[in-house]
T-cell receptor
Framework: GAGVSQSPRYKVAKRGQDVALRCDPI?????LFWYQQALGQGPEFLTY????????KSGLPSDRFFAERPEGSVSTLKIQRTQQEDSAVYLC???????????????FGPGTRLTVL | GENVEQHPSTLSVQEGDSAVIKCTYS??????FPWYKQELGKRPQLIID?????GEKKDQRIAVTLNKTAKHFSLHITETQPEDSAVYFC?????????????FGKGTKLSVKP
C-alpha cells in the first residue's frame, strides 16, 4: 500500500509569500503529526491531529503557522508571510491509533523542503 | 518538558566493526523509545523501538538497550555495512506536554568505511 505522501517536494518562496504544504497520510491512520526539520537537526514537533481534531498545536512557532485536517485524512500546513527562518524541511507523519492508545510507530512522509529567499 | 541528548554527533567506523549511539532523557515518565534512520534526502524510518517494560531488544544486527534508572538508552549496530551509513535519531515522549509528543535528539551521522 501507499505510504505517507507530501506535496510539493520542493517549494521556493519569496519572503512575505504564503505557502501551503499538503500531507496525505496512510489511509485509516487516526493520528497525524507535522514536524519541522532544520538542516542538521532532528525533527521538531509542530502540531498533532487525532482524526479532524487538532489536539495539540503547542509546537507552532508563531501565529503565521496554521494547520488543518478538515475531513480527518489529508492535512494542510499553511505558513503566512514567510520569513527566511521558516526555511526547513517540513515532515508529516501518521500513525494508526490515537496517541492516547499508547505510542505506536509514526510513518513519515518524504517531506517538503521549503526555501524562503 | 522532556529533553533528549544524543551523542556522538558523528561516528565513523570500518565496515564490520560495531557502532554505539547513546541518548539520555529527562522525563522519568517516558516509556517508549524509538530509533529512526534517515538517509540523505530521505524520510526518517523506524528501525527499532523499546518500551519501558524491557531492558533490551534485538533485531538481527541492531539492538537497543534501556536503563531506566540512569535514564539512558543506546543503539547498537554490529557487523556494520556501508548501507548503514545514515543519520540516526533517538526519540522519547514529552509527557510534560498535553499529548506526549515525540522529542528527537539532534542525530548521529554514522559513516561506515568499506
Amino acid at each position: 500500500g501507499a505510504g505517507v505522501s507530501q506535496s510539493p517536494r520542493y517549494k521556493v518562496a519569496k519572503r512575505g509569500q504564503d505557502v501551503a504544504l499538503r500531507c496525505d497520510p496512510i489511509s485509516g491512520h487516526v493520528s497525524l503529526f507535522w514536524y519541522q526539520q532544520a538542516l542538521g537537526q532532528g525533527p521538531e514537533f509542530l502540531t498533532y491531529f487525532q482524526n479532524e481534531a487538532q489536539l495539540d498545536k503547542s509546537g507552532l512557532p508563531s501565529d503565521r503557522f496554521f494547520a488543518e485536517r478538515p475531513e480527518g485524512s489529508v492535512s494542510t500546513l499553511k505558513i503566512q508571510r514567510t520569513q527566511q527562518e521558516d526555511s526547513a524541511v517540513y515532515l508529516c507523519a501518521s500513525s494508526l491509533r490515537a496517541r492516547t492508545s499508547g505510542h505506536n510507530e509514526q510513518f513519515f512522509g518524504p517531506g517538503t523542503r521549503l526555501t524562503v529567499l | 518538558g522532556e529533553n533528549v541528548e544524543q551523542h556522538p554527533s558523528t561516528l565513523s567506523v570500518q565496515e564490520g566493526d560495531s557502532a554505539v549511539i547513546k541518548c539520555t532523557y529527562s522525563d522519568s515518565a517516558s516509556n517508549y523509545f524509538p530509533w529512526y534512520k534517515q538517509e540523505l534526502g530521505k524520510r526518517p524510518q523506524l528501525i527499532i523501538d523499546i518500551r519501558s517494560n524491557v531492558g533490551e531488544k534485538k533485531d538481527q544486527r541492531i539492538a537497543v538497550t534501556l536503563n531506566k534508572t540512569a535514564k539512558h538508552f543506546s543503539l547498537h549496530i554490529t557487523e556494520t555495512q556501508p548501507e548503514d551509513s545514515a543519520v540516526y535519531f533517538c526519540a522519547s515522549p514529552n509527557y510534560g506536554g498535553s499529548q506526549g509528543n515525540l522529542i528527537f535528539g539532534k542525530g548521529t551521522k554514522l559513516s561506515v568505511k568499506p
